[in-house]
């Protein structure tokens, strides 16, 4: 099993429509992250969470929310979805102090029509 | 504001050569950089980190440098193979553990 989980793998929605995007990790790390992904420019930050009761917002945190369940789970929203938000977004966690940076999901690629 | 950046974003090379990609960062207090490997429909993949006291750091068939005086990361593939075709990231952090800044990606084409 991967050790960092993101569902679904790919998802069509409508504009309007509220959807989750689902990340879980294996790995026991304290940091979970939302990444989006454009062609051509690289990797966004959306949100960030430190902890299970920390969140913050990163550079492009506008029509996206997250909730932290638990140090394993990390979900991002979109409350309504917009076209200029179909993207791939990328779920990542790392270990306060510790090397080899962060660890990615496989990814959701979100299609918004 | 602070950022990292990479001077191309296509790379073509023939199978077997060297390749070079080629990072600037603009933050001087950067003290980790990591360089990740991104392949088609897969989220992104460590390959080699170094700190800021170091110059080189050696891999399996890859070598990091780093410039601090003129603030320049690169990633050196020696005989590149196709497996080696996907975007590459480098990333850098004020310390390991920190979060990081990505830069924008260069695109590795291996031509057989």
């Known amino acids: 099993d991967a050790d960092v989980t993101q569902t679904p793998r790919n998802r069509i929605t409508k504009t309007g429509k509220r959807i989750m995007l689902e990340c879980s990790q294996t790995?026991?790390?304290?940091?979970m992250y939302w990444y989006r992904q454009d062609p051509g420019l690289g990797l966004r930050l959306i949100y960030y969470s430190f902890d299970v009761k920390d969140i913050n917002k990163g550079e492009i945190s506008d029509g996206y929310s997250v909730s932290r369940q638990a140090q394993a789970k990390f979900s991002l929203s979109l409350e309504s979805a917009i076209p200029n938000q179909t993207a791939l977004y990328f779920c990542?966690?790392?270990?306060?102090?510790?090397?080899?940076?962060?660890?990615f999901g496989s990814g959701t690629r979100l299609t918004v029509v | 504001g602070e950022s990292v950046g990479l001077h191309l974003p296509t790379l073509s090379v023939q199978e077997g050569d060297n390749s070079i990609i080629n990072c600037a960062y603009s933050?001087?207090?950067?003290?980790?950089f990591i360089w990740y490997k991104q392949e088609s429909g897969k989220g992104p993949q460590f390959i080699i980190d170094i700190r800021s006291n170091m110059d080189k750091r050696q891999g399996q068939r890859v070598t990091v440098l780093l410039n601090k005086t003129v603030k320049h990361l690169s990633l050196q593939i020696a005989a590149t193979q196709p497996g080696d075709s996907a975007v590459y990231f480098c990333a850098e952090s004020r310390s390991a553990g920190n979060m990081l800044t990505f830069g924008g990606g260069t695109r590795l084409m291996v031509k057989p």
């Open positions: 990542a966690t790392s270990d306060t102090g510790k090397r080899y940076g962060y660890t």
């Open positions: 790995k026991g790390h304290d940091r």
């Open positions: 933050n001087s207090a950067s003290d980790y």
